[in-house]
């Protein structure tokens, strides 16, 4: 074990699961930043992680090119979103973010893109975060139409 500054050897590390000691509600916030596909593999930690990546504060979708490769194709992508949205329970508890980060970003996404920013208009998002990759404007169909005239609309608001 490689001493520390002072000469003393560090304390070796404890077999205590730290996070599985915190409260259930706790959970699903810590979830949140992590990128959606991550959080819903946590699934297989124990039974008492099956549910909880459904109640995430945030919803993080990304899909960067040149990472190591554990995101799949876009298609894969765009499935695992739709089905992922289709199953969540955010609708009832409202998300505090939702984030869509796409490093390639096409004319076919920009239905899905729209989907997905509805599903977080519905489920009365805080702040949604968009980082496409997209040369040309981009309209979100129906978008303006679901706020409440006090939130911006405008680029600041997206």
């Known amino acids: ?12 590390a404890s077999p205590v699961d ?3 000691a915190l409260p259930d509600d706790i959970l699903p916030h810590l979830l949140s930043f992590l990128p ?7 699934c297989v930690l124990a039974r008492r992680w099956w549910h909880l990546w459904k109640f995430t504060t945030g919803m993080r979708i990304i899909n960067i090119e040149g990472d190591d490769g554990c995101h799949g194709s876009v ?11 289709n ?11 939702f984030e869509i980060n796409f ?3 096409s004319q076919d996404d920009v239905p ?3 989907r997905w920013t509805r599903f977080a208009v519905l489920c009365r998002v805080r702040a949604l975060t968009l980082h496409l990759h997209y040369r040309h404007l981009l309209c979100l169909d129906g978008i303006a139409s679901r706020l409440s005239g006090s939130q911006d609309v405008g680029p600041a608001g997206f």
């Open 1 to 12: 074990m490689p001493p520390n500054k002072e000469g003393k050897e560090a304390p070796e």
């Open 36 to 42: 959606a596909q991550e959080a819903v593999r946590t």
């Open 103 to 105: 490093s390639s970003f």
């Open 87 to 97: 199953l969540c329970g955010h609708t009832q508890g409202g998300l505090n973010t």
């Open 75 to 85: 298609q894969e992508l765009r499935k695992f979103v739709d089905h992922l949205l």
């Open 18 to 20: 730290r996070i599985g």
């Open 112 to 114: 899905y893109v729209n």
